[in-house]
């Protein structure tokens, strides 16, 4: 969509009480969201709008500045994108409500993973959850699978933490604007700027400047569920926002998974009773990449590969067959100390082995040990 366009969508959704329902009305009526914002008050309800959008145009429309709200972006370095977009995750579209509109900051490549799942539970886990969440989200994010959360204290900050320590792509679905000052929870401000700087990304359908709210937060789950391919359900209580996100990731026919508990724990009767309703069971990383169909072993080095400094790709790509060291430093055109210290870190890493001789070759998927990459 072009900027100016989507500088009066911006300006329509930064109005509270205009939702995506009325966004889709106001586009199909006008045919452009700058024709919409020019409109008058008989235009508004000649367009059959609900009588609470009505309300909120009439009274909150004048207080909006376009142009102002549009330095937001600049001012905090968010991009914007909407259905219509190539980044606009193909998930998402499926859902019965999909956002018109995502603000994000960080890669919009990461909205395009082709694997994304969604880690959720409590904000106050046991040491239970936050060691099993620590151990299947390393082995997802070296597997190359996005793991999606909602940027909240508790298992969402150890879903998003683990990925980055294993160098995988998160993303972070808000409940508020996505500028500093309107994060939620304020304590997770550097989390956000750790995702959004290390090839992930933190998005939401609030504008800038909107703060988190109560009722923001079912709808920022239905995106958590509606990005991802399953949701996983670490440890959560009978009634919580993550058996909300599991439910609404159910009704899009999504996969469900939960880690089962103790029966004297609160904190695990969610994921019990979700399994006690046909979810998956989960008890390493291994269940949910059969289930999604991933080979896990070559998803994890492939996604070693990817993340590799130059110096190991150039080497890694000469090593399909055996290669001394002086033919790999010959073809680089690196130096030895240069070829060694890359051999070092492949060999450290599983993906090459020494032949002897001073001879290398590429390890095949089954001898590359999952636990060093």
Same mark, same amino acid.
């Given at each position: 969509?072009?900027?100016?366009?989507?500088?009066?969508?911006? $300006?329509?959704?930064?109005?509270?009480?205009?939702?995506?329902?009325?966004?889709?009305?106001?586009?199909?009526?006008?045919?452009?969201?700058?024709?919409?914002?020019?409109?008058?008050? *008989?235009?508004?309800?000649?367009?059959?709008?609900?009588?609470?959008?009505?309300? +909120?145009?009439?009274?909150?429309?004048?207080?909006?500045?376009?142009?102002?709200?549009?330095?937001?972006?600049?001012?905090?370095?968010?991009?914007?994108?909407?259905?219509?977009?190539?980044?606009?995750?193909?998930?998402?579209?499926?859902?019965?409500?999909?956002?018109?509109?995502?603000?994000?900051?960080?890669?919009?490549?990461?909205?395009?993973?082709? *694997?994304?799942?969604?880690?959720?539970?409590?904000?106050?886990?046991?040491?239970?959850?936050?060691? +099993?969440?620590?151990?299947?989200?390393?082995?997802?994010?070296?597997?190359?699978?996005?793991?999606?959360?909602?940027?909240?204290?508790?298992?969402?900050?150890?879903?998003?933490?683990?990925?980055?320590?294993?160098?995988?792509?998160?993303?972070?679905?808000?409940?508020?604007?996505?500028?500093?000052?309107?994060?939620?929870?304020?304590?997770?401000?550097?989390?956000?700027?750790?995702?959004?700087?290390?090839?992930?990304?933190?998005?939401?359908?609030?504008?800038?400047?909107?703060? $988190?709210?109560?009722?923001?937060?079912?709808?920022?789950?239905?995106?958590?569920?509606?990005?991802?391919?399953?949701?996983?359900?670490?440890?959560?209580?009978?009634?919580?926002?993550?058996?909300?996100?599991?439910?609404?990731?159910?009704?899009?026919?999504?996969?469900?998974?939960?880690?089962?508990?103790?029966?004297?724990?609160?904190?695990? *009767?969610?994921?019990?009773?979700?399994?006690?309703?046909?979810?998956?069971?989960?008890?390493?990383?291994?269940?949910?990449?059969?289930?999604?169909?991933?080979?896990?072993?070559?998803?994890?080095?492939?996604? $070693?590969?990817?993340?590799?400094?130059?110096?190991?790709?150039?080497?890694?790509?000469?090593?399909?067959?055996?290669?001394?060291?002086?033919?790999?430093?010959?073809?680089?055109?690196?130096?030895?100390?240069?070829?060694?210290?890359?051999?070092?870190?492949?060999?450290?890493?599983?993906?090459?082995?020494?032949?002897?001789?001073?001879?290398?070759?590429?390890?095949?998927?089954?001898?590359?040990?999952?636990?060093?990459?």
């Amino acid at each position: 969509m072009h900027l100016e366009e989507i500088k009066f969508l911006n $300006a329509f959704n930064a109005i509270p009480g205009i939702g995506a329902a009325t966004l889709r009305r106001l586009k199909k009526h006008f045919g452009a969201y700058e024709t919409a914002w020019r409109a008058d008050a *008989h235009a508004y309800a000649s367009a059959g709008l609900d009588p609470t959008a009505l309300v +909120a145009l009439r009274e909150r429309k004048s207080s909006v500045d376009p142009d102002r709200e549009m330095q937001k972006f600049i001012q905090h370095d968010i991009w914007a994108i909407t259905d219509e977009d190539q980044y606009y995750p193909l998930f998402l579209k499926e859902i019965s409500s999909p956002p018109v509109v995502l603000y994000g900051r960080g890669e919009k490549t990461a909205l395009t993973a082709p *694997h994304a799942l969604a880690v959720v539970g409590t904000r106050r886990p046991t040491p239970y959850g936050i060691e +099993a969440t620590e151990t299947i989200v390393a082995e997802l994010a070296a597997s190359g699978i996005a793991v999606v959360s909602g940027l909240a204290t508790g298992i969402d900050t150890k879903a998003h933490k683990t990925a980055l320590e294993h160098r995988g792509i998160t993303i972070a679905v808000l409940g508020s604007g996505i500028d500093p000052l309107s994060i939620f929870p304020p304590e997770n401000r550097g989390l956000a700027e750790r995702i959004a700087t290390s090839g992930g990304a933190v998005i939401s359908e609030y504008a800038p400047g909107t703060p $988190a709210v109560k009722e923001h937060f079912p709808m920022r789950n239905r995106i958590i569920a509606g990005i991802s391919r399953g949701t996983l359900v670490v440890e959560a209580r009978e009634k919580s926002g993550a058996l909300i996100t599991a439910r609404m990731a159910l009704e899009e026919n999504r996969d469900i998974f939960a880690i089962p508990g103790s029966i004297f724990s609160p904190a695990s *009767h969610g994921p019990n009773m979700l399994i006690q309703q046909g979810a998956k069971a989960v008890r390493s990383a291994a269940n949910i990449l059969e289930e999604l169909g991933i080979d896990g072993a070559v998803a994890m080095r492939h996604h $070693a590969a990817q993340s590799l400094g130059g110096d190991e790709a150039a080497v890694l790509t000469l090593l399909s067959e055996a290669c001394t060291v002086d033919d790999i430093r010959s073809q680089s055109g690196l130096s030895s100390v240069a070829v060694m210290a890359a051999l070092s870190l492949l060999e450290f890493k599983g993906m090459v082995r020494n032949l002897g001789q001073d001879t290398y070759q590429q390890t095949s998927p089954q001898h590359n040990p999952t636990s060093l990459v």
